[in-house]
């Protein structure tokens, strides 16, 4: 005879549904609350592919740990507040001419026409014209928050030696750089100077770059191109001023 007890589930039993309920739905739709997902086809990466790696080339040498000795300009009155704006350019090249007479070759080398027409500037009598040393320029181009004074020294030949001076906290004046060039013109862009020279090849020029190192304490060509000239040619340097100009 068949018992007329109801049916009843194990006490456990409700959690378990309960359970179950929950996992169920995370079955179909899971997938889509912070789990990966496929975006589909990646292009593969692309990296420096070293050509001939197993030809030997050539060793840099370490870096002078010292830097390079500032070449300090002789002949000049202390800098005050390291300010550049009160340095006269033409009695700055006149100390240099000075202190290296008869330079042919190097930073200082010029003409010795052009040193006698350097020693005549601002003489009695003098046409302002005749002298080479062109109106000076100003820009932050080390990065301190201070003006470095560029100079620009008109050579024959369509060469010039254009150089870069900074003061330092001691009052010393400090030629970071010099090059003399046959140039086509000089930009100031950011804290370069841009020189731009003939490259030989017809509707081209060569680009040079020159940047403040700080472990040289000196200005270096850090960077070189060929860029073909636009419709025009050259413009005009630009830069930050003439003299007295930040």
Same mark, same amino acid.
């Given at each position: 005879?068949?018992?007329?007890?109801?049916?009843?589930?194990?006490?456990?039993?409700?959690?378990?549904?309960?359970?179950?309920?929950?996992?169920?739905?995370?079955?179909?739709?899971?997938?889509?609350?912070?789990?990966?997902?496929?975006?589909?086809?990646?292009?593969?990466?692309?990296?420096?592919?070293?050509?001939?790696?197993?030809?030997?080339?050539?060793?840099?040498?370490?870096? %002078?740990?010292?830097?390079?000795? +500032?070449? /300090?300009?002789?002949?000049?009155?202390?800098?005050? &507040? $390291?300010?550049?704006? #009160? =340095?006269?350019?033409?009695?700055?090249?006149?100390?240099?001419?000075?202190?290296?007479?008869?330079?042919?070759?190097?930073?200082?080398?010029?003409?010795?026409?052009?040193?006698?027409?350097?020693?005549?500037?601002?003489?009695?009598?003098?046409?302002?014209? %005749?002298?080479?040393?062109?109106? +000076?320029? /100003?820009?932050?181009?080390?990065?301190?928050?201070? &003006? $470095?004074?560029?100079? #620009? =020294?008109?050579?024959?030949?369509?060469?010039?030696?254009?150089?870069?001076?900074?003061?330092?906290?001691?009052?010393?004046?400090?030629?970071?750089?010099?090059?003399?060039?046959?140039?086509?013109?000089?930009?100031?862009?950011?804290?370069?100077?841009?020189?731009?020279?003939?490259?030989?090849?017809?509707? /081209?020029?060569?680009?040079?770059?020159?940047?403040? &190192? $700080?472990?040289?304490?000196?200005?270096?060509?850090?960077?070189?191109?060929?860029?073909?000239?636009?419709?025009?040619?050259?413009?005009?340097?630009?830069?930050?001023?003439?003299?007295?100009?930040?």
């Amino acid at each position: 005879m068949a018992s007329s007890r109801p049916f009843r589930f194990p006490r456990a039993a409700p959690a378990a549904l309960a359970v179950l309920a929950v996992l169920l739905p995370c079955t179909t739709g899971c997938g889509d609350t912070g789990g990966l997902a496929n975006a589909g086809p990646t292009p593969t990466a692309s990296g420096p592919v070293h050509l001939w790696p197993g030809h030997k080339g050539a060793s840099v040498p370490p870096a %002078d740990p010292g830097g390079a000795p +500032p070449e /300090y300009v002789p002949g000049i009155a202390p800098v005050r &507040d $390291e300010n550049v704006h #009160g =340095i006269d350019p033409v009695d700055l090249v006149q100390a240099e001419v000075k202190a290296h007479p008869r330079a042919d070759v190097g930073p200082d080398g010029m003409p010795r026409a052009t040193a006698e027409a350097i020693e005549e500037c601002g003489q009695e009598g003098a046409d302002p014209k %005749d002298c080479p040393v062109l109106t +000076p320029y /100003y820009r932050d181009l080390t990065g301190n928050g201070k &003006d $470095e004074l560029i100079i #620009g =020294i008109r050579l024959p030949e369509d060469q010039m030696s254009v150089r870069v001076y900074t003061a330092d906290a001691d009052g010393r004046l400090n030629r970071i750089m010099a090059t003399t060039q046959t140039l086509v013109g000089v930009e100031l862009a950011g804290r370069d100077v841009i020189l731009h020279m003939p490259s030989g090849l017809g509707g /081209y020029e060569l680009i040079n770059a020159w940047s403040w &190192d $700080e472990k040289q304490r000196s200005m270096l060509p850090t960077r070189e191109q060929i860029v073909r000239v636009p419709a025009g040619g050259s413009g005009d340097a630009g830069g930050s001023g003439g003299a007295g100009a930040s």
